[in-house]
Structure formats: structure tokens, C-alpha cells
């Protein structure tokens, strides 16, 4: 089956020890978005890749960085993790919203707990 | 600012009868809508769209109202089911762009 897989589904870190979240797809889709959800609150978007482009949201702190080396794969760093770092991280697909594919597919995401 | 507002974090409803979940959204310049379905322990799943030139999109037992008006959407559920129990997100999204915009989710309880 087609589908989003993020690994690991948890991650346990110390504070200040960079970790890497991983993310990949078997959907040939174009675009991929990193998303952090804090209880309670909306997925908020992180950044995301339209192919090789690059998009970052302007509030996002410089500590998250991102790599996607080729169409299945894309990676979240966090480079000094703090407290306030944890949470659960999301990984999502869409096909070229340009082209009406608006929908987002979601991975299980990976839960970041920060010690 | 929240540009997606769903006010009611949680909501009960009997087995068998009608889940009515709201949304707001304050920009008018949405043009695209849709909810997802979240589980525990997994991501959000998408489950109904509506397009804003649209003011009803049925999917089986799932109808989505628009009133543009009001900038105000709905999602029903008839009728409900035990396993519809989960969080729904509301999301919005304008002009074909990349990017789609998140409230914060109903948690929705069925009841036996």
C-alpha cells in the first residue's frame, strides 16, 4: 500500500542533543511538510519542500532545520533540542496543489520527548 | 491569530444520532476546505473537502455545509458510530496554494 512512514514512531532525546526525524513516502508525491503538534493546538506547519524547493515558515526557529535528498525522503534536525521541543511531529504528502491536489497525507508521526 | 477557529474542543454525542461539528475562519480570501479524522497514536486522515464554490458535499454517512456568509463550515455526521470517536481538524487553504491551515480539533465522543 502507498503510504506515509515516519521513524521512529518515538523519540527520546536529551536537552541540547540534536536528534533527526525521519520521514518517507511511496506516493511519488511533489510535495512534503513537516508539521509539530502540541496537545491541544493545530498542527503547526514547520516548513516544506515543493520538490527540491525549499519553504520555511517565517516563525520557525532556526534549531529545526530540514533535508530532503531525493522525491521519497525528507528528514527534520533539531539541532539543540529544549523542553519546549517536545511534542508530536508530523510528517504529510500532497500531490502539486497547483493541480488541485490540496489533500495532505499524513504519516503516524513520531513523538519527541525531550529529558 | 487563529485564521481556523474550532470553539468546541469536545463534544458527546449518542450512538446512532446526528455529530455536528463546527468550524469558523476569518479570511475570506479560503477557498478550499477540508476535515480529517485523527485516531490516537496516528495522523490526521483526510476525510471530506468542499470547494467554496459549493455549499454541500455529501460523502456517505459525512455532509459538509459552507456558509460563506458567514465564514462558517460544518461538519455532520449521520448516523453516528462508535468508531467515529476521534479528533476532527478543520483546515483551510486559498488559492491553490501549498499550504493549508489547521485548527485546533473537536474531540467527538460517541456514546452507547
Known amino acids: 500500500d502507498a503510504m506515509v512512514i515516519q521513524n521512529p514512531r518515538y523519540q527520546v532525546t536529551q536537552f541540547g542533543k540534536p536528534v533527526t526525524l525521519s520521514c518517507s513516502q511511496t506516493?511519488?508525491?511533489?510535495?512534503m511538510y513537516w508539521y509539530q503538534q502540541k496537545s491541544s493546538q493545530a498542527p503547526k506547519l514547520l516548513f516544506h519542500y515543493y520538490d527540491k524547493d525549499f519553504n520555511n515558515e517565517a516563525d520557525t526557529p532556526d534549531n529545526f532545520q530540514s533535508r530532503r535528498p531525493n522525491t521519497s525522503f525528507c528528514f527534520l534536525d533539531i539541532r539543540s533540542p529544549g523542553l519546549g521541543d517536545a511534542a508530536m511531529y508530523l510528517c504529510?504528502?500532497?500531490?502539486?496543489?497547483?493541480?488541485?491536489?490540496?489533500?495532505?497525507?499524513f504519516g503516524p508521526g513520531t513523538r519527541l520527548t525531550v529529558l | 491569530d487563529q485564521q481556523v477557529k474550532q470553539n468546541s474542543p469536545s463534544l458527546s454525542v449518542q450512538e446512532g444520532r446526528i455529530s455536528i461539528l463546527n468550524c469558523d475562519y476569518t479570511?475570506?480570501?479560503?477557498?478550499?476546505f477540508l476535515w480529517y479524522k485523527k485516531y490516537p497514536a496516528e495522523g490526521p486522515t483526510f476525510l471530506i473537502s468542499i470547494s467554496s464554490i459549493k455549499d454541500k458535499n455529501e460523502d456517505g454517512r459525512f455532509t459538509v455545509f459552507l456558509n460563506k456568509s458567514a465564514k462558517h463550515l460544518s461538519l455532520h455526521i449521520v448516523p453516528s458510530q462508535p468508531g467515529d470517536s476521534a479528533v476532527y481538524f478543520c483546515?483551510?487553504?486559498?488559492?491553490?496554494?501549498?499550504?493549508?491551515?489547521f485548527g485546533k480539533g473537536t474531540r467527538l465522543h460517541i456514546l452507547p
Open positions: 483546515a483551510a487553504n486559498m488559492n491553490r496554494d501549498d499550504k493549508i491551515i
Open positions: 504529510a504528502t500532497s500531490r502539486d496543489p497547483t493541480k488541485g491536489g490540496w489533500e495532505q497525507f
Open positions: 479570511n475570506s480570501m479560503f477557498d478550499y
Open positions: 506516493l511519488n508525491h511533489n510535495v
